[in-house]
């Protein structure tokens, strides 16, 4: 973070050194700033305080009254038992698989719709479509109109071709979850990677052809390089997403079958079983995640702002 | 672009573009032909392509076919949406001039702190927020909803607008003060010209953002308050299930978000990555 406040101030506005005033115009400079800080402060980082202190007591919310101070005993509980364990694996697989796979196919997506060809806004704006379906209804669609072994749409298309008609959720619970987020997820991937080729360097494009380059080459050694920081990008901010789903779980299988994620058990822990302490606890290791993938999200981020700010 | 080269292939890219293109917006069109269908025919195999078209499904979502109603739900993400939509904006203009115009120093570490609120996920403050909510009678309150969300979306269109009104040049501004103009004039007539589409943008990325929220909506509300996302959850069991109207809940639902989303499909992606990329 230090790092940042070296970026070159590029449109700083020249100071006025009067004196007395000086103190009175750097608080009106501030003051506008000021409710949004106090606002985010109050509402999310004094919350998440509250749930570290939570975090070390054993609070069942049935028997307040036995609420007594744990130290670290729901951490170890919470990384031994095999079910949260198991959740914390889930997590991660999840969050790999979707990202990755989103990626992929956002990535091949961005190359075709960075080629002109006609109806290419119509094709765009078809793409853009699974992400702005909203994340209840979208599992929602994937769970009766798409999965539903009797009369859902991908084992109708399999009656066509004489195919086996599994039963999708119950067979393959956690890769159906998957393929409802890779669904929604690729959009997002193929935008931010479309964004990042449309602001390739035409002329260099134009100078490797020139030299006789090939499509493969170009791709290789111009576009991948260039693309590379908005692949972190891509990467990193759905994570940050994709580890919080909540919605896609708890709609397709209710956390069932094995594929409760931390965020699905921290819900439950608390509000089903009112294992406060626990479900804190919990709640701090996700944040913990969220932590490591941020800090590599900030850094990719400043690295394309400083860019911006040293341009302006 | 690379309009220079016409390729024979490129025929072929865009034959696949469009197949793609098609297979993704599939799910989504089988949806809407299903919600037009009735029940018998919505859930045949092998799917009936051609059967006859009706809006029993709709009726019957709209509780006219009685059901419960889902309007009290419309209402209240809508109430939610847009308060928590001009909260965020009466906060976050502000605070963008701060960040962008008119400097605050280390102005980039302030930038980054509303970055890293919005990497704490939200199971973080669940419990606390639940547990305050109970102890203050504020649980099933549509108004706490409007407080979590603007605090979901400030940090986004806090970043959004900076980017927006840092693109208002500065000499601009500096000539309008030399002339004697004062902020509010500067701010109505030179700023808020070049900064207004971006404005409406990110106001529409904080409302689909609100819109679609389900966790906190889920946990905090009961009957009252109850949100659009959270009436759908009553479809998730599939016992005595109706999937035309599944069909029509989901796609009426999701129609201000995907207008909204249509509407702000360039600004979209620099939201999205929080400002990080144009």
């Given at each position: ?213 090939s499509d493969w080459q ?95 | ?94 605070a963008a001039y701060a ?176 400002g990080a990329v144009k």
């Amino acid at each position: 973070m230090t790092a940042t406040t070296t970026a070159p101030l590029a449109t700083t506005p020249v100071r006025t050194t009067r004196q007395p005033s000086a103190r009175l115009r750097a608080w009106a400079t501030r003051a506008p700033l000021l409710p949004a800080l106090i606002f985010m402060i109050a509402v999310t980082q004094l919350p998440f305080v509250a749930t570290l202190v939570i975090s070390f007591f054993d609070w069942n919310a049935l028997y307040p009254k036995a609420r007594h101070f744990t130290g670290v005993d729901n951490y170890r509980e919470v990384l031994t038992d095999a079910d949260l364990r198991h959740s914390v694996w889930t997590t991660v697989l999840l969050t790999v698989a979707v990202v990755l796979a989103s990626l992929v196919l956002g990535l091949v997506l961005a190359l075709l719709l960075d080629r002109r060809f006609r109806g290419r806004g119509v094709v765009r704006t078809l793409l853009i479509a699974p992400f702005l379906v909203v994340p209840v209804a979208a599992a929602l669609l994937w769970k009766h109109v798409l999965y539903n072994p009797e009369y859902g749409l991908l084992n109708g298309l399999l009656h066509y071709v004489g195919g086996p008609q599994p039963d999708w959720i119950s067979n393959t619970p956690l890769l159906a979850v998957e393929a409802s987020l890779v669904w929604q997820w690729t959009p997002f991937m193929m935008l931010i990677l479309l964004a990042g080729l449309q602001s390739r360097d035409p002329q260099q494009l134009e100078a490797a052809r020139v030299d006789g380059a090939s499509d493969w080459q170009i791709f290789r050694h111009l576009t991948l390089p260039h693309l590379r920081r908005y692949l972190e990008l891509g990467a990193l901010l759905g994570s940050i997403y994709i580890v919080q789903n909540f919605d896609a779980v708890f709609t397709i299988t209710s956390g069932g079958l094995g594929t409760a994620n931390l965020p699905y058990t921290v819900y439950q822990s608390f509000y089903q079983a009112h294992e406060n302490g626990l479900a804190s606890a919990a709640g701090v290791l996700v944040v913990i995640g969220s932590i490591i993938i941020a800090t590599f999200a900030l850094r990719v981020v400043s690295s394309l702002f400083r860019e911006e700010v040293g341009r302006a | 672009m690379s309009a220079t080269i016409v390729k024979r292939k490129g025929l072929g890219l865009g034959v696949t573009a469009w197949l793609l293109g098609i297979l993704f917006f599939l799910p989504i069109a089988w949806m809407a032909l299903t919600s037009f269908h009735s029940e018998s025919d919505a859930a045949t195999n092998p799917p009936s392509f051609g059967a006859a078209l009706t809006l029993d499904g709709y009726r019957e979502f709209f509780g006219t076919g009685g059901g419960a109603s889902p309007w009290p739900a419309l209402v209240n993400s809508t109430v939610a949406s847009v308060s928590s939509t001009l909260l965020v904006l009466l906060l976050a203009l502000p605070a963008a001039y701060a960040l962008s115009i008119n400097r605050v120093r280390k102005w980039t570490d302030v930038l980054f702190f509303f970055l890293s609120t919005k990497m704490l996920p939200v199971v973080a403050g669940l419990l606390p927020i639940y547990l305050f909510a109970k102890n203050t009678d504020m649980l099933d309150n549509i108004w706490l909803l409007v407080i979590l969300y603007t605090s979901m979306n400030l940090p986004i269109a806090v970043w959004m607008m900076q980017s927006f009104l840092a693109e208002v040049p500065v000499a601009i501004i500096e000539a309008a003060r030399v002339d004697g103009a004062r902020l509010p004039t500067i701010l109505a007539r030179v700023v808020a010209p070049i900064a207004l589409p971006g404005i409406a943008a990110t106001s529409l990325i904080c409302f689909i953002f609100s819109w679609n929220e389900l966790l906190f909506a889920r946990v905090l509300t009961g009957v009252v308050a109850e949100t659009a996302p959270v009436f759908l959850t009553g479809f998730i069991t599939s016992q005595g299930l109706f999937l035309a109207k599944v069909c029509a809940a989901s796609l009426v639902i999701s129609l201000p978000v995907l207008a909204a989303g249509f509407a702000a499909q360039d600004k979209l992606v620099q939201g999205l990555s929080l400002g990080a990329v144009k």
